[in-house]
Every structure is written in structure tokens, then in C-alpha cells.
């Protein structure tokens, strides 16, 4: 029986203004599962840019924003066989609304949320564009009983990131630098070392990050004037197999050309919203660009299988990222935080 009423949800009603309305909560489909919301988490860049009206290809308001949700099965379609009442769910995306007007930001911060059966949807030949199937779809799964909300929303953001190794040419022993200490460079240098990268350094402007990033596992940190000197340069001689802008500046990407061996790789992760400049006279003769600008949805899903085992093992904690807790109403205040850089990461509560 589907549920009918309003719901709580998170809307960018213009660039720069973000309210809390009622909407109307979302009707399921026989392939899919509504979700009762537990918890969600802000990503510090890609929710800035869609509020600012700034992310490429998400910039008509009103828009409900979200893609970082944990939340439980309340409710299932007769097709459904991946998802059960009861199960913890993780990639609770609305990709559509039933409100008049209202456009997606994915949605994920609003009390209820729908999931999708992606796999039975495969096997009945549905699981295309044409019949209103996301890639998205893909990576909305149940997780293990035993992942608690706070590890399974961060592992929104760390399955992503794990699921970037593959397309990032990473493998175990590479000498790596990682620029910007934010929660995706910070998590980059935690699952790296637990990947079993070699030697990974950090660059962030900031002394307090530099220093956690060393506590998750960073061999060395610096600034970015110290890496631009002639000496580091010198000293590095070109020894980095890859250099990866967990921010997105192509400022970056003209700072890692004298740092890469021949051949090595620039990998850019967060999404840039200008095009990167490349002064081939600084680069090697040969090197590697690769930009990251949405996630390969088989390997973000196959990444929950290591993610699972270290989280089980302890080796791998949320409690080690998040540094704010807000209720849902205090969305604002949260906001506030992330642009003030005290933030690491925000998670909220319904």
C-alpha cells in the first residue's frame, strides 16, 4: 500500500537559499522500495555548486538536493526482490517528484526516498534511459545489518572514491599526491593506505588538515608555496607515479606537471567548472590525464565488498570524518559551517 502525505525535504529555492518544505511523498513503482530516512551527509563541494547554481547541468531552481542517505525499508513493490521491510538501504535517490515544478538535485534530503530493484529491472530489459532508468539505480542497495547509519551514509562518499582507484590507474605501492585535505582528499590518503598505496602525500593550505591527514595515514603534508619551490621540485625529481586534485582547480593540474614521472598520471576528482590550462613545457613527454567526472556505477558498487571488511575489522571508522551533527532543520547551519572550512564532514538527522 503506497503512502500518501508530506514529507520533509530540502530545497534550493534559488542560488544562494536553501529552505525545509513539505512535499508530497514519493509513490513507488512495483520495482521499487520507499525508504523511511535515518540520516544524511552534506558533500562539501557538490552540494556548494548545486546551491550556488553552479554544478554543471543542475541549475534550474527550485531543486531538491541530496545524494548521500542511509535510511530503512518501510515499504516494497510486487517486483521487487533485493530489498526487504526492515533492510538498512543506502543511495536513497528521488529522481522524480510528484510536486508540480519542482526539479532534481537527487533529492536524498528528504524524509522518505525511493530505491530501485536495479537488477530485476535488468533482467526484464528496463534498465535503460528510455524507460526512465539512472545509472544511479545501480549503486541503491542494502547493506549488511551489522554497517550502522553514520559508516553506511560516509560510505556514499568512500565507495566513490574506491570505485575512482580503477579508472585512476591506482595500484598497490604507488607513490601518490593528493591535493586538498577536504573529506575526498582525506578519504583518498584513509582508503589508499588501506588499498596499499606506497607513499602518499597531501598538499592543503591549512596546518590543522595537514596534521589530520597525517593521523589517517599521510607520510607527508605540505603547502601549496612549498611544493611550487625550485627545490621541491628539484627534489622530487619526477618521482610520482600519480597526482590526484581532490578539489577540482585546474590550478592544480598546472602544479602537478613538473611532480609526475614520465608516463604518470594526473587525476582529477572533483568536478571543475572551468577548463584545466596544460603548459606542456612543464609536463613530462608523456603523461596521463584522467577526469573524473561521475562515478563508474559497477566498480562504486563492487567497492562496498572492501569497504564492508575494513569497516567490520575496525580498521576503517565515520567517526574519524565527522566533524558536525545537525538535525535536519538546522540545514542552514550546517551550510554555514562548510563555508566557514570548519567542516570536515556534516551529517544530519531527521
Not at 307 to 315: A, K
Amino acid at each position: 500500500m503506497n503512502m500518501k502525505g508530506k514529507m520533509k525535504s530540502v530545497i534550493a529555492t534559488a542560488p544562494g537559499v536553501v529552505e525545509i518544505r513539505e512535499i508530497d511523498i514519493p509513490v513507488i513503482t512495483p520495482y521499487q522500495a520507499l525508504v523511511k530516512t535515518e540520516m544524511v551527509a552534506l558533500c562539501n563541494a557538490t552540494d556548494s555548486k548545486l546551491i550556488a547554481g553552479h554544478f554543471p547541468g543542475a541549475d534550474r531552481f527550485p531543486m531538491a538536493l541530496g545524494h548521500e542517505n542511509v535510511g530503512i525499508v518501510i515499504e516494497v513493490g510486487s517486483k521487487v526482490r533485493n530489498f526487504k521491510v526492515g533492510d538498512r538501504a543506502i543511495g536513497g535517490l528521488n529522481a522524480t517528484f510528484t510536486t508540480p515544478g519542482l526539479n532534481s538535485a537527487w533529492g536524498g534530503f528528504s524524509e522518505y526516498v525511493i530505491v530501485n530493484d536495479f537488477e530485476v529491472l535488468q533482467e526484464e530489459g528496463l534498465a535503460t534511459p528510455e524507460q526512465g532508468c539512472w545509472d544511479s539505480f545501480e549503486i541503491q542497495n542494502a547493506i549488511p545489518a551489522d554497517i550502522q547509519p553514520e559508516e553506511a551514509v560516509i560510505a556514499c562518499t568512500w565507495r566513490e572514491i574506491v570505485g575512482a582507484f580503477k579508472d585512476f590507474r591506482l595500484e598497490p605501492g604507488k607513490k601518490v599526491m593528493v591535493f586538498g585535505a577536504g573529506p575526498v582528499g582525506l578519504s583518498f590518503v584513509k582508503l589508499g593506505k588501506l588499498f596499499g598505496l606506497g607513499q602518499v602525500d597531501i598538499v592543503d593550505m591549512l596546518p590543522d588538515k595537514l596534521e589530520l591527514a597525517r593521523q589517517m595515514g599521510a607520510d607527508n603534508g605540505y603547502t601549496p608555496a612549498e611544493i611550487a619551490t625550485p627545490e621541491f621540485i628539484a627534489t622530487a625529481n619526477r618521482s610520482y607515479d600519480t597526482v590526484i586534485d581532490a578539489v577540482g582547480l585546474p590550478s592544480i593540474v598546472h602544479s602537478a606537471l613538473p611532480l609526475i614521472k614520465m608516463a604518470g598520471d594526473i587525476c582529477v576528482y572533483g568536478v571543475m567548472t572551468k577548463n584545466p590550462t596544460i603548459d606542456l613545457d612543464q609536463a613530462p613527454y608523456n603523461f596521463n590525464l584522467f577526469i573524473h567526472r561521475w562515478p563508474t556505477r559497477s566498480e562504486e558498487k563492487r567497492a562496498m565488498i572492501a569497504l564492508t571488511e575494513w569497516i567490520r575489522e575496525g580498521r576503517l571508522s565515520a567517526s574519524d570524518f565527522i566533524s558536525h551533527r545537525f538535525k535536519i532543520e538546522q540545514i542552514n547551519e550546517a551550510l554555514e559551517a562548510i563555508k566557514r572550512n570548519e567542516v570536515i564532514k556534516t551529517v544530519l538527522t531527521f
